[in-house]
């Protein structure tokens, strides 16, 4: 069974910073490129990150460049985002998401819980 297990979010400071994981199970996480997705009630789901099979590549969302980074650690099936400089619009729910077809961009066709990120004074 396919699973995907975020961790590591919870309420921060603006300016602070979090490390959210995906801990992958199920599947060979290293066939598969990753992103990372948020909702938030008012605006909805937003792409925020994506990494490659192997982590050469990685991309973001506007809204993200330069505070997020996303990193992976395939032997340890696992897929970090370590987000920076946290403002309160940083504030939704996560999730990590795999795509249904190995080495593409397809349609997503997996995805964790999510794990909530406040960032509040």
């Known amino acids: 069974e396919v699973q995907l297990v975020e961790s590591g979010g919870g309420l921060v400071q603006p300016g602070g910073s979090l490390r959210l994981s995906c801990a992958a199970s199920?599947?060979?996480?290293?066939?598969?490129?990753i992103s990372w997705v948020r909702q938030t009630p008012g605006k909805g789901l937003e792409w925020v990150s994506g990494?490659?099979?192997?982590?050469?590549?990685?991309f973001y969302a506007d809204s993200v460049k330069g505070r997020f980074t996303i990193s992976r650690d395939n032997a340890k099936n696992t897929v970090y985002l370590q987000m920076n400089s946290l403002k309160p619009e940083d504030t939704a729910v996560y999730y990590c998401t795999k795509p249904l077809t190995p080495g593409t961009w397809s349609q997503f066709d997996s995805w964790g819980q999510g794990i909530q990120v406040t960032v509040s004074a």
């Open positions: 199920g599947f060979t996480l290293g066939y598969y490129c």
């Open positions: 990494i490659d099979e192997n982590g050469g590549e990685t």
